[in-house]
């Protein structure tokens, strides 16, 4: 897998960041009257650092932190060796307790993460954590796969996590990968390839309802909005676009996108909080 190699200029530049972390970015920094260099970013989960380097190509005092040490020291030497502003030190390894405890309270303005809060086991933990990095005021944008998606993002199999975690869904995972509907990790017997996407659905999935994300991140100090339907894509669709000017209509449709299509979840920390 990439990660597990040595981040170079090429996948920097063949990385593709999402555009609605720069849209939020630009109306916060709007908002604040800030300039780009002053925004202090931080993407939670952050791999090797790709969207580290476009942000800070782009002008933003961006930072990452990320749970593996590996993949961490593969985007450290690309930072300390590379022409992006900045140095290895950008880039933090997040603690098995799930801190920085290098890093002060209030030292973010915008935190941000892609496909990355599906995997986390103790959401508690990571809202306390992101509460305590972020400054008040300041906000992040959250984008991951939905609850009732209709394929798994990253086992590619229709439904399988609508299924309970228990023989059921090992059983459909059987039937995928006799049919050939599955991720090919790794060439190997169907039985060990059942029993390694058995294993990580177990360990590294937790799809979680939109009123629990909504009361975790609460608790630790941020106001949430999923905002799906804000999407410039959304607005400019011949039948969505229209969905969203009726107040009654647009709910609705963000609840639907929320739900099956994917969860971007907008956090701010104002006044007091």
Request: charged share 25%; net charge positive.
């Amino acid at each position: 897998m990439t990660v597990f190699k040595p981040l170079t200029d090429h996948d920097v530049d063949q990385y593709r960041l999402n555009s609605e972390f720069v849209r939020y970015l630009e109306l916060f920094r709007g908002r604040y009257g800030l300039e780009k260099g002053e925004v202090r970013v931080l993407d939670w989960g952050c791999g090797r650092g790709e969207a580290v380097a476009r942000l800070r190509q782009l002008g933003y005092n961006a930072a990452g932190a990320d749970i593996d040490a590996e993949t961490i020291e593969n985007g450290r030497r690309y930072f300390a060796t590379a022409g992006t502003p900045g140095d290895a030190s950008c880039l933090h390894l997040i603690e098995s307790g799930g801190r920085l405890s290098d890093v002060p309270d209030g030292s973010f303005d915008f935190v941000l993460s892609e496909t990355v809060l599906e995997h986390v086991v103790d959401l508690d933990t990571v809202a306390r954590e992101l509460g305590r990095l972020t400054a008040t005021p300041g906000a992040g944008l959250h984008v991951f796969p939905p609850r009732r998606g209709v394929v798994e993002q990253h086992l590619h199999m229709p439904f399988i996590h609508w299924l309970p975690k228990n023989r059921v869904r090992r059983v459909a995972m059987h039937a995928y990968v006799l049919a050939g509907v599955e991720p090919k990790w790794v060439e190997e017997g169907v039985h060990d390839k059942v029993q390694r996407y058995y294993d990580y659905s177990l360990q590294h999935t937790f799809y979680r309802p939109t009123r629990t994300l909504r009361d975790t991140f609460q608790r630790h100090g941020f106001q949430s909005r999923f905002v799906a339907a804000e999407h410039p894509r959304i607005a400019q669709h011949r039948v969505l676009g229209s969905m969203r000017r009726p107040p009654g209509l647009h709910p609705a449709l963000n609840w639907a996108l929320t739900t099956f299509k994917v969860v971007e979840m907008l956090l701010e920390k104002r006044g007091g909080a």
